[in-house]
């Protein structure tokens, strides 16, 4: 069973930094791209970040200046750094991940549970 899980969420004050990290597990060949999305109650899952297995990454224009991704192809982990975090950040968030479980297949989409993001004063 593939998963990838999230971590690190929490409450924040606005302005405040927080780190997310998402670990994929299981029996798999490789990563290919990974992201985070985010989702707000009755909205639509929305994408916050991305970086390819060669770390090239790209961002949502909300995240942009604020928010950095990175991955450790090593330790098969992908990170959110945020920070001046604002109360409009609120929502759950997503890890997602491009993975191939052998080297003959083709890739699939799989998604962690999510970590709540709360950013209030």
């Known amino acids: 069973q593939v998963q990838p899980v999230e971590s690190g969420g929490g409450l924040v004050q606005p302005g405040g930094s927080l780190m997310l990290s998402c670990a994929a597990s299981?029996?798999?060949?490789?990563?290919?791209?990974m992201a985070w999305y985010r989702q707000v109650p009755e909205g639509q899952r929305e994408l916050v970040a991305r970086?390819?297995?060669?770390?090239?990454?790209n961002y949502a224009d909300s995240a942009q200046g604020r928010f950095t991704i990175s991955r450790d192809n090593a330790k098969n982990t992908a990170y959110l750094q945020m920070t001046n975090l604002k109360p409009e950040d609120t929502a759950e968030y997503y890890c997602?991940?491009?993975?191939?479980?052998?080297?003959?297949?083709?890739?699939?989409?799989?998604w962690g549970p999510g970590t709540q993001v709360t950013v209030s004063s």
């Open positions: 299981g029996s798999f060949f490789r990563i290919y791209d």
């Open positions: 997602y991940s491009k993975i191939s479980r052998s080297s003959i297949g083709s890739a699939s989409d799989y």
């Open positions: 970086i390819s297995r060669g770390s090239i990454t």
